[in-house]
């Protein structure tokens, strides 16, 4: 799978890429993040991707031009993508529906804005969608695009070496993850539930079913909603 990111601070993509499951899954090349600076796309001496808004106001808005020349660039050298995704607290709520969507896809490139906005006519002329990781106000599009690249990644196949813990991962199933306990059996007083100690395979596998369910009521019972409207029931 192939992404592309648009910004102004490529080190911050890099740096997130370096370590960890999706890192491995990059340098495995099983994915291939091109780091593209806006920068490099504008033409003027200072180099400057953004301008004080029309109609006056705080803050400034990043401009139209840098981010169609990078598009045009990405397209030329790296082929037209299946998607243009603009990261910003406008867009659709990005949750796991979206990362499988997104992972059925071929190549993604990810718009990071920074400052107050971006100019209306990116969403309209450059970006496919447009998705935020959440309802609250992150200072740029980079730590956005870094998550929607984690979750994507690491469901295209080989990314994480044990498919069955993806499959097992808390909303893969649309709940809550159930509680998990290692060693030492006891610790401070607090032991470790007798069943998971009983071998009792097909207890373990109903007790953690129970606790995840009953997590889920307490903490988002939108989810539980959310299957009983998918699915006609709350088990599978
Ligand atoms: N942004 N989900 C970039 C976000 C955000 C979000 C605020 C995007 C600042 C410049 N992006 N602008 N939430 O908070 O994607």
């Known amino acids: 799978m192939k992404f592309d990111v648009v910004t102004i ?20 090349g099983i994915v291939d993040v091109g780091v593209h600076d806006l920068r490099t796309f504008t033409t003027d001496r200072h180099r400057t991707v953004d301008d004080v808004p029309y109609g006056g106001g705080p803050g400034m808005v990043m401009k139209v ?6 598009l045009e660039t990405i397209r030329a050298e790296r082929g037209t993508p299946d998607a243009v995704v603009l990261l910003s607290p406008q867009g659709r709520l ?5 990362a499988r969507r997104l992972s059925g896809l071929g190549h993604v490139v990810l718009l990071c804005g920074r400052y107050e906005g971006i100019d209306e006519r990116v969403r309209d002329l450059v970006a496919t969608e447009e998705l935020s990781i959440g309802d609250f106000v992150v200072s740029g ?35 809550l993850d159930h509680p998990h306990y290692t060693r030492p059996a006891e610790f401070e007083g607090r032991k470790v539930p007798d069943v998971l100690l009983s071998g009792h395979h097909a207890e373990v596998r ?31």
């Open 9 to 28: 601070f490529p080190r911050m993509i890099e740096a997130g890429l370096a370590e960890g499951v999706v890192g491995r899954g990059v340098e495995k």
């Open 141 to 175: 599009g980079e730590t956005p695009a870094l998550i929607v690249i984690d979750a994507v990644s690491r469901l295209v196949p080989g990314v994480v070496g044990d498919q069955e813990s993806v499959e097992q991962d808390s909303f893969s199933q649309g709940i």
């Open 94 to 98: 990005f949750d796991q529906g979206e």
């Open 65 to 70: 031009e840098p981010f169609v020349r990078a």
């Open 206 to 236: 109903r007790w953690r079913m129970q606790e995840a369910l009953r997590r889920t009521s307490e903490r988002r019972p939108d989810l539980i909603e959310r299957r009983v409207k998918e699915t006609g029931n709350e088990r599978d």
